[in-house]
């Protein structure tokens, strides 16, 4: 019973840790500004939970999960980027740093171990996500004043007559201010939005789900980011095409493309031969020229590439593998290989899952992955907290996944074969990156 207690209250504090991220106290009351609670949070529940996390990170656990062993391999990688240039400096504070994402993610997957855990863990991170969101469009719109809201005007030319053209961009609070992290953090929220309204058990109670859609919606296309915009469709794709079929996926597509032209404006025009499209390929491509050298293994440094190139990547598969060379960019890469790896694999199973939840979640997690990993294409964020959020619900999922089968087999297990398929697969994404920033670099 005391062993339960304190599962529950760990579960519990991560999920205030989590909260956290959206909704951050010491912005919303500026009172709490030299609190550390976030800290206090992540720690508490570290405390609780250190001995069971200790098991999802022995070699026998890692072969059942190769999400986690991807993830402990970029902290390696990270390490190694800095220590093969002998900055031992570097390698201790990136290390240090990445770690604290690891924790997270560790602790993530070690109390979110239920379909009623994880339902829940999904239900506070759409009503803390949508909340910050609806706060920032009422503040964007000028409905209420936020001191800890502070958008975006972008430039965005100059006309004949010499005047400057701007656009105003809706930002997040905290981690979330710029406007393309938003955008990519509404997307996931509508994905878990979606997945309560569509749950039939809720009774008519889950049509009250429509209400945070509508200021998401709106915040999606008032954040005017074009890495949002593709994501949202992209999941939202996928989320038809697994559910309902490729007829009505089809039927939604035209109708996207008749709409979103006209609701969506800046965001449907998308340029690669100039403007920010053709700057962010020559960042991938300046990039790419740096690993021309002995760094192609190991990379150039994690954290370096806007000091080599002046700024980030924008990308975060080019960043990953600039950074921390074939070898971390592998790792990275195969955070998403293994998710769709074991996703691909749920439907292969000869006996089936014995929980109804979780074979009703499958297609949002899938959604999600798709929206995450298409948003990574216009941003750097290899490192951060909400990217392994995404993965550790993901892993959460797939572990849960294996426990309720009558086998109780995992779905992928670490050897020879997939490690050969990892390298393969990630040879073939780093190739089709550099020939397509080659091809369409001017």
């Keep these: ?90 390698a201790i504070d990136s290390t240090t740093l990445f ?20 339902r829940g863990f999904m239900l506070s991170v759409a009503l803390c996500s949508s909340t910050m969101v609806t706060l920032c469009v009422l ?68 049509f009250a789900w429509i209400v945070p859609l509508v200021p998401l919606i709106v915040g999606l296309l008032s954040t005017k980011s074009r890495g949002g915009l593709l ?32 609701i969506a404006g800046r965001q449907t025009d998308v340029d690669l031969e100039d403007g920010t499209g053709q700057d962010r390929i020559q960042l991938w491509r300046d990039g790419f020229a740096e690993i021309k050298s002995p760094d192609l293994i190991f990379g150039i440094g994690q954290g370096t590439y806007a000091d080599v190139v002046g700024l980030v990547a924008h990308n975060s598969y080019i960043h990953a593998y600039v950074e921390l060379g074939l070898v971390g960019g592998t790792m990275f890469f195969g955070c998403f290989f293994f998710a769709a790896l074991q996703l691909y694999r749920m439907t292969r199973i000869p006996e089936g899952i014995l929980s109804e939840e979780l074979l009703r979640m499958r297609p949002f997690i899938v959604a999600l992955i798709v929206g995450w990993g298409t948003s990574l294409f216009s941003l750097s964020r290899c490192y951060v907290v909400p990217t392994y959020l995404i ?25 020879r074969v997939h490690l050969i398929r990892l390298v393969s697969a990630s040879a073939c994404a780093f190739s089709g990156l550099y020939v397509l920033t080659a091809f369409m670099a001017r």
């Design 1 to 90: 019973m005391r062993d339960k207690s304190i599962a529950v209250l760990a579960y519990l504090l991560f999920v205030l840790t989590t909260a956290t991220l959206f909704l951050r106290p010491a912005e919303l009351f500026i009172w709490l500004a030299d609190w550390p609670i976030y800290e206090t949070l992540i720690l508490s529940t570290l405390a609780l939970t250190f001995q069971s996390m200790q098991g999802h990170f022995c070699w026998y656990y890692l072969q059942r999960q190769p999400i986690t062993l991807c993830v402990v391999g970029l902290l390696v990688a990270i390490f190694t980027s800095h220590f093969q240039h002998v900055y031992l400096g570097g």
């Design 99 to 118: 770690l604290k994402t690891l924790i997270y993610y560790g602790l993530l997957v070690t109390t979110v171990n239920s379909p009623s855990r994880l």
């Design 139 to 206: 503040d964007f719109f000028e409905i209420l004043d936020f001191e800890f809201i502070q958008h975006l005007d972008e430039v965005e030319g100059i006309t004949d007559e010499n005047e400057i053209l701007t656009v105003a961009r809706m930002r997040g609070t905290g981690i979330f201010q710029d406007p393309n992290d938003l955008a990519s953090v509404i997307v996931v929220t509508v994905i878990l939005c979606s997945y309560f309204l569509l749950d039939k058990s809720l009774g008519k109670m889950r």
């Design 231 to 262: 994501a949202f469709c992209m999941s939202g794709m996928t989320l038809i095409i697994i559910r309902y079929g490729g007829k009505l996926a089809i039927a939604a597509a035209v109708a996207g493309m008749c709409l979103l032209p006209l």
């Design 391 to 415: 993965f550790g619900i993901c892993a959460a999922y797939l572990n849960l996944i294996w426990i309720h089968t009558e086998s109780g087999e995992p779905l992928v297990i670490w050897n």
